[in-house]
């Protein structure tokens, strides 16, 4: 089968390898779509995939063989890969962590979704309903950090949020917010195609934070409050600061994106507001349960996010990986193996 495979830093190769086999256990995945994550582009930037491996953790597919002990699935049913539970439960040396080893995040094992197949255990993917588009089921995994983050944050119905950035997990964020019956959501994002996006998503206002200013529009927004909650989708250097700031007294930021940058505070701006920060990183099982319902009812809209200029090829892995390095107008990469 053919995988691009990572051979170093900021290089991958796509190379003809041997296609996997299911354990007795296990199940072999055809792959549909696999959904370029963020985490992938820094593994890829910063050279943390070991060279060799085959990234990508985003994916949707059939049943394409089954081990000898499987019989929970069959073949060509359709599926999201990941999100199951892990029937041995939790390893006692991660229990007294405060989540799961269940948790998927940034060390997700490389399951190879950036390949035609896959190997996983069978208890390891999720059953897609057949109202879900494969546009859609690509979102699953991005959205289940989304649905972590919100389910984390103190958000209550009829609140007025503010998401900064509109990549995909802004707009995951801002979709499950709305689901969740926020009364306003507001977006902060530059690029032109996000902002866009954000606003065919539904989003109350979407701002431009290098020609408004934000703080006090949203402050303004809020009556002369700001806002109870804000989620740090960006990690652009100032928004951060920009969150502490348009949040009311003993409003919240919930810090998704990751920095890998100094991020600068001005702490006097809103110790003051007692102003709390959390942090949300991957998701749960039970997160990627309620993305499959959430997709299930149509709540979330994959239109805006994956259309025709989402769909790559093996091809133009190593040119995408690279643009993605610093993103701009990107909303969510597809490759089509
Ligand atoms: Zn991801």
């Known amino acids: 089968m053919k995988a691009a495979v990572t051979r170093g830093e900021q290089r991958i190769e796509i ?47 059939e049943i394409a063989a089954t081990g000898a002990n499987v019989t929970s699935w069959k073949e060509g049913d359709r599926l999201v890969g990941g ?103 507001y977006v902060s994002e530059p690029a032109p195609a996000r902002a866009e996006a954000a606003r065919k998503l539904g989003a109350t206002e979407v701002f431009d934070p290098t020609k408004t200013d934000i703080v006090s529009t949203i402050v303004e927004l809020s009556e002369g409050l700001g806002v109870p909650l804000a989620f740090d989708c960006a990690a652009a250097k100032p928004t951060l600061q920009q969150g502490l700031e348009m949040v009311r007294r003993g409003g919240e930021v919930t810090l998704i994106s990751m920095a890998w940058e100094d991020v600068p505070l001005l702490t006097v701006e809103w110790i003051g507001r007692e102003v709390d920060m959390k942090a949300s990183y991957g998701s749960t099982p039970e997160d990627w349960q309620i ?18 200029n989402s769909f790559i090829g093996f091809d133009d892995m190593q040119a995408t990986l690279t643009r993605l390095m610093t993103p701009q107008d990107d909303i969510q990469s597809v490759l089509v193996p």
């Not at 779509?33 to 985003?58: K, N, W």
């Not at 993305?291 to 025709?308: A, F, N, T």
Request: hydrophobic content about 40%; overall charge negative; proline content about 8%.
């Open 15 to 61: 190379e003809d390898v041997p296609t996997p086999e299911p354990g007795p256990d296990q199940v072999l995945v055809k792959i549909k779509y696999s959904g370029l994550c963020g985490s992938d582009v820094h593994r890829f930037q910063y050279g943390m995939a070991q060279p060799g491996s085959i990234m990508g953790h985003e994916f949707c597919g």
């Open 291 to 308: 993305v499959i319902s959430l997709m299930e009812q149509g709540k979330i809209d994959s239109g805006p996010m994956v259309d025709q």
């Open 83 to 185: 999100g199951g539970s892990n029937p041995d439960g939790i390893p006692r040396a991660s229990s007294s962590a405060r989540y799961s080893a269940q948790t998927v995040g940034f060390k997700s094992p490389g399951w190879g979704g950036f390949a035609e197949y896959a190997v996983m255990d069978a208890w390891r993917p999720l059953r897609l309903p057949d109202n879900v588009s494969w546009e859609t089921a690509v979102l699953t995994e991005p959205c289940a950090i989304a649905v972590h983050a919100v389910r984390r944050s103190a958000f209550r119905v009829g609140d007025q949020v503010v998401v900064m950035g509109a990549g995909p997990i802004g707009l995951l964020t801002q979709q499950v917010l709305q689901a969740g019956g926020a009364r306003a959501v």
